[in-house]
């Protein structure tokens, strides 16, 4: 067995499955478990079974997995550190299936960038050593900027083009559905991660959605008046309810799947039977908004909230009011009711939760104590327990039998939007406007339990699996995260910025690195190690651009106030002076190659040349732009600029006279970033219509266009040798071209949309920055790059 891995890849899957299922009694019995693991975790290994066409990531997961075995555990020749370390390569791959399906060269960076967080574990140690001899041409993380394996975030499911407002999660736990304001719904499905299909169909934002009990069918609410009911296995829309005369705000499906109850700003609910699309009946009797809608497990009573103040229990057979509940002095905003249908929670604008007995109508009693607006309620532990949330940022736990406030759960900085319940009523969990999540052992101990950070807009919805293993999230960021319940631990990523972070420059010698960020500061940073050298600040907004001298000691920035800064950000860290005459945001800045001159590009059209250095003067101003200017790159020689606009064309100007020679027209959108080779030959743009186009510069003729991006491309930088570009896009990627040829020889998937991106004199050290404030090293594997 001494060169099993040999044998291993000559086998079938089954023969190899087979195999495996006898290890623990092969090798724990022999004392050689060490031996097999080693082979498992050998990246050649890996690598080769991957790019085998009888085996790929899911066979190669099935072999991870069977450190699950229990049995393992009972042998005293287990070692914990190396169980561990197979555990963590096991869930690496798992959180990384869905872009090895689709791009299985990725598998260098997905695994580097998950387990440098695990570094100091021989057997993780030993395989990102190999890793970083690979001849395979990939991108190679050189900091731990993925999500690693055992944190609570599983992953982030990205597609919708704005914010992600409801989330609806199928009784077998397989699929997620999402309602957003881009007027589509996708549907998820979990495990891998994938998006299965988008929807489309509603005309304006979609509100509300609720899955059927079997699972087979959505149903959702949009604000262009309408509910649709879409089968999920296919995508296919079923049918329209038309009726309501203004936006949808709540539905709710019937335990049965047979019936639909939707509410609306038209003050009213209406009754729909699902499988025809019939309007049974419209439930009128509401003076405002229905905010809110519950119904009762065995179907027969539907409860609204609404911003008239009031509740309504309603027959759904008959349309019958039964009875109003009064007593909220403002609006109501959501709705719970107990799982035998006797109780009603709701929340209030008024700053109260109400609990009412359904079958009297009878206000039993108000809970107070929040000090603003409650917007979320769940009922857990079988009906004793209120958990409720508020824009007050807090939550609190309620005695639903005497009305008694347990406790209050604290930790929040901003209000309280969200909040669902595991079944078995141990845990809770609250989204916020603060961007996070937190779990809470909120009967025991009422203790946070972990924070779960990663969105970076506000928290609108939470749903928990029925198992209580999963939550799912979802955000005005515009994306959803599944996380794991059971874990959460926490291991730094190379992080420091607060918010995203625009601009990134390399210094010339390689040795450091200068980001901009949305948060009006830039910060320098040692490139070998990622240390954060100093932080500069003196902007009074976002930094958008950043350019540093060919010595390395000194750096230009341009910010939305309107300014450019020169700073001595390396000996000193201090600002040096001011450059003012820009009337708007300063978006782009460049420097020539003798460090004289800095020429930058605003949102008020022009381009402006500074004597930067010297006199801190404007020499000259070029105008001829007719919209915001987002890109500017200047030859190595210093003699030309090459400026891009947000209407979609490039202009190249002679800077001793501030001439325009031609305008480049060829994009269909906005030009974002504009990079020049450094022999000064061609020009490389990147645009909001998702590619790239390669220009050549005394011409103007567009030599080709480089598509592969699914949305903007947001950053260029070419290597030294002018062989190379690598973009960095909106869709998460980062991707290497051959300008040659234009062939897409690498890309990395990141977990947030890659703002900037530049390459060190090396060729091959590659950086870039993400909308979540995270700053990302590579290195270019598999190729020759001459410095």
């Not at 709540?250 to 025809?276: C, H, P, Q, R």
């Not at 179907?299 to 009011?321: F, H, I, N, P, Q």
């Not at 390399?506 to 320098?524: A, E, F, M, N």
Request: hydrophobic content about 35%; overall charge positive; aromatic content about 8%.
């Amino acid at each position: 067995m001494s060169n099993l891995r040999p044998w291993l890849e000559e086998k079938s899957q089954e023969a190899i499955e087979q195999f495996l299922g006898e290890i623990p009694r092969l090798y724990f019995e022999g004392g050689q478990l060490q031996k097999l693991y080693s082979l498992l975790s050998d990246y050649d290994f890996i690598e080769s079974k991957i790019n085998h066409p009888s085996f790929g990531i899911q066979t190669l997961i099935k072999d991870y997995n069977l450190i699950e075995n229990t049995r393992i555990f009972n042998y005293p020749e287990s070692n914990a550190e190396t169980i561990e370390s197979l555990n963590l390569i096991f869930n690496t791959l798992f959180r990384s299936t869905p872009i090895l399906i689709e791009d299985k060269k990725q598998l260098a960076a997905q695994l580097s960038g998950r387990l440098l967080h695990f570094k100091e574990l021989d057997i993780i140690n030993k395989l990102l050593q190999q890793i970083s001899q690979t001849k395979t041409t990939c991108l190679r993380c050189l900091t731990a900027c993925l999500t690693p394996p055992g944190s609570p975030l599983i992953r982030t499911l990205t597609g919708h083009s704005s914010s992600v407002y409801k989330v609806a999660i199928t009784a077998d736990v397989k699929y997620a559905v999402s309602s957003s304001h881009d007027r589509t719904l996708k549907v998820w499905e979990l495990a891998p991660g994938k998006e299965i299909r988008t929807l489309t169909g509603h005309s304006d934002w979609v509100n509300v959605v609720a899955v059927t009990r079997d699972g087979k069918y959505a149903v959702s609410g949009s604000r262009d008046r309408t509910l649709k009911v879409w089968e999920l296995a296919t995508g296919k829309e079923i049918r329209t309810f038309t009726g309501h005369s203004h936006w949808v705000n709540a539905v709710a499906v019937t335990g049965d799947n047979k019936y639909v109850v939707s509410g609306s700003w038209d003050n009213t609910l209406k009754v729909w039977e699902l499988a025809t699309g019939k309007e049974i009946c419209t439930l009128t009797g509401h003076s405002k908004s229905v905010n809110a809608v519950a119904l009762t497990e065995d179907g027969k009573y539907a409860v609204s909230g609404s911003r008239d103040g009031t509740l309504k229990v309603w027959e759904l057979a008959t349309g019958k009011e039964i009875r109003t509940l009064t007593g909220h002095s403002k609006s109501v905003n959501a709705v719970a009711l107990t799982g035998d249908g006797k109780y009603a929670v709701s929340g209030s604008d008024g700053k109260k939760l109400k609990v009412w007995d359904l079958a009297t109508g009878k206000k039993i009693r108000t809970l107070t104590g929040h000090s603003s607006s409650v917007y979320a309620v769940a009922i857990t532990g079988y009906g004793k327990y209120v958990v409720s949330g508020s824009w007050d940022n807090t939550l609190k736990v309620w005695d639903l039998a005497t009305g008694k406030e347990i406790r209050t759960l604290t930790g929040h900085s901003d209000s309280v939007y969200a909040v669902a319940a595991t079944e078995d009523g141990k845990y809770a969990v609250s989204g916020s406007t603060d961007r996070t999540l937190k779990v809470w052992d909120f009967l025991a101990t009422g203790k946070e339990i972990r924070t779960l950070t990663g969105h970076s807009d506000s928290v609108n919805a939470v749903a928990v699996t029925g198992d209580g293993k999963y939550a799912v999230s979802s955000s005005t960021d515009r994306t959803l995260k599944v996380w794991d319940l059971a874990t959460g631990k926490e291991i730094p990523t190379l992080t420091g910025h607060s918010d995203s972070v625009n601009a990134v420059v390399i210094t010339g010698d390689g040795k450091y690195k200068v980001s901009g960020s949305r948060d009006g500061t830039l910060k320098v940073w040692e490139l070998a190690t990622g240390k954060e050298i100093r932080t500069l600040t003196g902007h009074s907004d976002s930094v958008n651009a950043v350019a540093v001298t060919g010595d390395g000691k000194y750096a230009v920035s341009g910010s939305r106030d309107g300014t450019l800064k020169v700073w001595d950000f390396l000996a000193t860290g201090k600002e040096i002076r001011t450059l003012t005459g820009h009337s708007k945001s300063v978006n782009a800045v460049a420097v020539t190659g003798d460090g004289k001159y800095a020429v930058s590009g605003s949102t008020d059209g022009t381009l402006k040349v500074w004597d930067f250095l010297a006199t801190g003067k404007e020499i000259r101003t070029l105008t001829g732009h007719s919209d915001s200017v987002n890109a500017v790159a200047v030859t190595g020689d210093g003699k030309y600029a090459v400026s891009g606009s947000i209407n979609g064309t490039l202009k190249v100007w002679k800077l001793a006279m501030g001439k325009e020679i031609p305008t480049l027209t060829g994009h269909s959108k906005s030009v974002n970033p504009v990079a020049i080779t450094r022999d000064g030959k061609y020009k490389v743009s990147g645009s909001t219509d998702g590619t790239l186009k390669v220009w050549e510069l005394t011409t103007g003729k567009e030599i080709r266009t480089l598509t592969g991006h699914s949305k903007s491309v947001n950053a260029v930088a070419v290597t030294g040798d002018s062989k190379y570009a690598v973009s960095g896009s909106r869709d998460g990627t980062l991707k290497v071209w051959e300008l040659a040829t234009g062939k897409e020889i690498s890309t990395f998937t990141g977990e947030d949309s890659i703002l900037c991106c530049a390459v060190a004199q090396d060729g091959v050290t590659i950086v870039a920055g993400g909308e979540s404030g995270n700053v990302h090293f590579f290195r270019l594997q598999g190729i020759e790059v001459q410095s």
